[in-house]
């Protein structure tokens, strides 16, 4: 299985202010396409969790500009350039690229 | 827009099996080629673990670690599909979740983009 490892596990932010949030793979994501499949998810508390980024760095639909997804291979980082109140919960990262999906512990972004 | 939602037991005795059910309302289970119907599991103090997807046509795919105690399948004419769960413990206590993974032709993918919002299952006598 490809293991996901994520850091910070907790981020305090002042509303506002930028996030950022690292997610590294033990093997490379990238597919022979060029693609690199890895997402992003937030899970809101009692939530289900919520697509925000596919393949690295593309929006899902209704995703607010304020979060971008950048990297390639084993590397990669999810940007909020402004936290607001609707963005505090737990950030995941999911590698698409191979069977089992697996994801990345879990990121909780908390007010600071 | 599709939705999913699940339904189950909600509390189940150790060793027996668990049976899960997500109806998808809002789109067909019956277009091809575009999505795989799929679980994940949230345990206490684990995060996520996917579980297991199938496609339109029953093509299944199962993490390993559950493989040998776990079945999906689906009912096209009742736009569901099921999870099994077998020799139940403690430790398959959690919230499971049905989600839709969105795919296209020649590897395009978009994500895990349709959630349900999670049945409780609790394993306990």
């Known amino acids: 299985d490809i293991v996901m490892a994520q850091s910070p596990l907790y981020l305090p932010v002042t509303p506002g202010e930028p996030a950022s949030i690292s997610c590294r793979s033990n093997?490379?994501?990238?597919?022979?396409?060029?693609?690199?499949?890895l997402d992003w998810y937030l899970q809101r508390p009692g939530q289900p969790p919520q697509l925000l980024i596919y393949l690295a760095s593309n929006r899902a639909s209704g995703v607010p500009d304020r979060f971008s997804g950048s990297g390639s291979a084993t590397d990669f980082t999810l940007k909020i350039n402004r936290v607001e109140a609707e963005d505090f919960g737990v950030y995941y990262c999911?590698?698409?690229?191979?069977?089992?999906?697996?994801f990345g512990q879990g990121t909780k972004v908390d007010i600071k | 827009q599709v939705q999913l939602q699940e339904s189950g037991p909600g509390l189940v005795k150790p060793s027996q099996t668990l049976s899960l059910t997500c109806t998808v309302s809002?789109?067909?289970?019956?277009?091809?080629?575009?999505?795989?119907w799929s679980w994940v599991r949230q345990l206490p103090g684990r995060g996520l673990e996917w579980i297991a997807y199938?496609?339109?046509?029953?093509?299944?795919y199962y993490n390993p670690s559950l493989k040998s105690r776990v079945t999906i399948s689906l009912d096209k004419s009742k736009n569901q599909f099921f999870l099994s769960v077998t020799s139940l413990t403690a430790a398959d206590t959690g919230v499971y979740y049905c989600a839709r993974e969105r795919v296209g032709p020649d590897y395009v993918y978009y994500g895990m983009d349709v959630w349900g919002q999670g049945t409780t299952v609790t394993v306990s006598s």
């Open positions: 999911m590698q698409a690229l191979q069977i089992p999906r697996t």
């Open positions: 093997q490379s994501l990238q597919h022979t396409n060029g693609k690199n499949f």
């Open positions: 199938i496609y339109y046509i029953g093509n299944t």
């Open positions: 809002g789109g067909s289970i019956r277009r091809g080629g575009d999505y795989y």
